[in-house]
Structure formats: C-alpha cells, structure tokens
C-alpha cells in the first residue's frame, strides 16, 4: 500500500466510531490519541476534503438548534474498506525527531548548567506524563472494558514504558553531569 498523509487514517479510525464534524473529531483525537498523535485543524479540514472527494467519507451539512449547521461526515463503505487496508498494512517508521536530543549532541556549547538544567525538566515532563498516563489507565478500566479497551491499554502501555525509559535516561545524563564537573 502506498505511504499516505497519516492524518487521513487518522480522521477515518475517529468516523469509524461515529459520524463527527470536523471540530468534533479534533476534540475526539486530542482526548483520545494526544499522547502519541496529534492533529491540528490546518491538516483536517484539507484532509477531510480530500477523503469527501475520494468518496471515503461523506459530508452533510446539519442544523442543531439555534447553532449554526455544520458538516457532518460520515465514513462510506469505500472509507471503511481503505481504513482496512491500512490498519493491515505494516506502518510506518517511528519519528526521530527530537529537539532535546539534538540540542544535547551540539550541547558542548552550553555550559553544565544549562545542559542540567535541561535534563531536569525533561523528567519533570515525563514524570508529569506518567501521572497524566495513570489517570487515561484508570479511565479506560473503567470505562471501556471492551476490545478496543483493550488495545488503548497496549497502546497507553508504550507510552508508559517510554516515559519510564525517559526518566531513566534522565537520570543516568544527570549522574555524568555530576561527574562531568
């Protein structure tokens, strides 16, 4: 299968639930998938065209109340067949791309400060992520017992073993500093 913009699949898992509009899949990404993923609405919005116009999704405008009507899309067969076909297909490498990291490897320019100074609150985060982490497990057993419970548990199980990775590479960088005087 051909690499795609992954926000496509991206916005085809969320209609895969329930048909949204385009602010209501950013809310159901961002509250479910932020961890690991995130969208923002200048990607959406064109992406959400693009997906209408290959007849994966379709768009409706609907009236609510007093609201302005606003476009819902739903996923066609078509859309459910390609959201298929990639959830198959074997992804993607992972990013590499981290600003911490490339700003240690030049770091000699800083002084040990600045480089300690960074390490720490780069545990702080990934301590902050690991209670964020905790609340999001506790929030999925109870509420979602089901298979896809399941799978968000695998996935929320990455992010904990990376945070505590992190913390663990922040530590031994914070030791070295110390020896490092």
């Given amino acids: 299968m ?7 699949f991206a ?9 949204m509009s385009g602010y209501d899949i950013k809310k159901a990404l961002d509250r479910s998938v932020s961890h690991f993923w995130s969208e923002n609405f200048g990607h959406l919005y ?15 405008r609907e009236q609510s109340g007093r609201r302005p009507a606003k476009s819902v899309y739903r996923l066609t067969d078509r859309g459910e067949d390609e959201l298929g ?12 791309r981290n600003e911490l990291l490339l700003q240690l490897f030049f770091g000699r320019r800083l002084d040990k400060t600045t480089l300690r100074d960074k390490i720490r609150r780069e545990r702080e985060r990934q301590v902050g992520a690991q209670a ?7 929030e999925i057993k109870k509420a979602h017992a089901g298979p896809d ?7 929320l199980r990455y992010g904990e073993l990376m945070s505590e990775a992190a913390v663990k590479w922040c530590d031994e960088c914070e030791r070295w500093a110390a020896r490092a005087r």
Wanted: charged letters at 20%; hydrophobic letters at 50%; glycine letters at 8%.
């Fill in 2 to 8: 051909a690499r795609h913009n992954t926000t496509r």
């Fill in 11 to 19: 916005v085809l898992g969320a209609l895969a639930w329930q048909p």
């Fill in 46 to 60: 064109p992406v959400l065209r693009q997906l209408a116009a290959e007849g994966l999704v379709t768009q409706k």
């Fill in 85 to 96: 076909r990639w959830l198959a297909s074997e992804p993607g490498a992972a990013p590499r």
């Fill in 132 to 138: 964020t982490l905790a609340a999001v497990r506790d």
């Fill in 149 to 155: 419970g399941a799978l968000w548990l695998l996935t």
